[in-house]
């Protein structure tokens, strides 16, 4: 399928804006992460998912990670559940924190799992439930960064999963394939992407690189557009928050809020998701680096996310892109 078709179909899984919308009916997503560590990477992701148009977007994470997102931007719900296991307070346990956590599950269409949430037993543990009760609700989620090292050291998590998407950079693909038994080195690099996501049953995976190789292991496709030169920590936050508005977006589909022809299946619309995100990411990617050059940091494509979609996709009842 050639891009103009692939972005046409995308196009189409866009709801317009329309007066009888209410609150919270285009998106509500929350970015579960934020260990002490680590603030930007989940203030990326949920700015991204945002600028894109989500309703609502909240970030979970632990509370001195919390303190300082809250300083970001005001426009962002941020909820300091998640607790490392050092900081866990005399009468908190496990348990009690992911309960605090799940329990945020019904309030939400979409979820993105690791942006800055590093690798603390405590919080790795909380999040592995949160992606089984999600499963059990059938809430989509997205797993990027230390979010991926549950896919790769505890795959049942993940395994024969078709509503999730996961993100892995060069290191974190080759880290997953090891864990299935494929050695990325031996295999055709147009089809590694297919064969670890049939491997682990169905998830739909972005191998992201020079192309970003997206499948499920049934339909591949490849994201090409022109993205920036500078390789700066962050990007692919921007894509992770991207995913997860568009995530909702497919839900206003399947959920008909507004009248369309009713023609793409939840399948299709998942790739169509994830190549929508990665064109978006790259669009904001060739911006920031035309306009801030070597000194791009992830920030920078943040501010980029509106234009982009109009860009690549345009703007759905308006006919126009920039």
């Known amino acids: 399928?050639?891009?103009?078709?692939?972005?046409?179909?995308?196009?189409?899984?866009?709801?317009?804006?329309?007066?009888?919308?209410?609150?919270?009916?285009?998106?509500?997503?929350?970015?579960?992460?934020?260990?002490?560590?680590?603030?930007?990477?989940?203030?990326?992701?949920?700015?991204?998912?945002?600028?894109?148009?989500?309703?609502?977007?909240?970030?979970?994470?632990?509370?001195?990670?919390?303190?300082?997102?809250?300083?970001?931007?005001?426009?962002?719900?941020?909820?300091?559940?998640?607790?490392?296991?050092?900081?866990?307070?005399?009468?908190?346990?496990?348990?009690?924190?992911?309960?605090?956590?799940?329990?945020?599950?019904?309030?939400?269409?979409?979820v993105v799992i690791g942006p800055g949430l590093g690798r603390d037993p405590a919080m790795q543990e909380t999040c592995a439930r949160v992606i089984k009760k999600a499963r059990e609700m059938g809430i989509p989620f997205v797993l990027d960064a230390d979010g991926l090292y549950l896919a790769q050291t505890r795959p049942e998590l993940v395994q024969g999963c078709t509503e999730?998407?996961?993100?892995?950079?060069?290191?974190?693909?080759?880290?997953?394939?090891?864990?299935?038994?494929?050695?990325?080195?031996?295999?055709?690099?147009?089809?590694?992407?297919?064969?670890?996501?049939?491997?682990?049953?169905?998830?739909?995976?972005?191998?992201?690189?020079?192309?970003d190789y997206i499948s499920n292991g049934k339909h591949t496709v490849v994201s090409e557009g022109e993205g920036g030169l500078k390789r700066s920590g962050g990007q692919g936050d921007t894509l992770t928050g991207s995913l997860a508005t568009l995530l909702a977006y497919r839900k206003a589909y399947l959920d008909k809020i507004w009248d369309h022809d009713n023609d793409m299946s939840p399948s299709e619309l998942l790739t169509l998701v994830a190549y929508g995100g990665s064109a978006i990411t790259?669009?904001?990617?060739?911006?920031?680096?035309?306009?801030?050059?070597?000194?791009l940091q992830a920030g920078d494509l943040t501010?980029?996310?509106?234009?982009?979609?109009?860009?690549?996709?345009?703007?759905?009842?308006?006919?126009s892109k920039l």
Do not use: W
């Open 1 to 110: 399928m050639s891009r103009k078709e692939l972005v046409g179909k995308v196009y189409k899984m866009i709801p317009p804006m329309l007066e009888s919308f209410h609150k919270g009916m285009l998106g509500r997503v929350a970015v579960i992460g934020g260990s002490e560590d680590y603030t930007g990477a989940p203030y990326f992701s949920a700015m991204a998912s945002a600028k894109l148009g989500a309703d609502m977007s909240h970030v979970i994470c632990e509370p001195g990670a919390g303190a300082v997102i809250k300083t970001y931007s005001p426009n962002l719900m941020v909820h300091p559940y998640m607790r490392q296991q050092k900081n866990m307070a005399s009468h908190e346990t496990i348990d009690s924190v992911a309960e605090e956590v799940v329990g945020m599950l019904n309030r939400l269409h979409v």
């Open 164 to 211: 999730c998407i996961l993100t892995p950079n060069v290191v974190e693909f080759g880290r997953l394939a090891k864990s299935q038994g494929i050695d990325v080195q031996s295999e055709d690099p147009e089809k590694v992407c297919e064969k670890l996501a049939i491997a682990y049953g169905g998830p739909t995976i972005i191998q992201k690189g020079g192309k």
């Open 282 to 295: 790259r669009e904001c990617s060739r911006l920031a680096f035309k306009e801030k050059g070597r000194s």
């Open 303 to 319: 501010e980029h996310v509106h234009t982009a979609f109009v860009n690549v996709i345009g703007e759905p009842g308006t006919g």
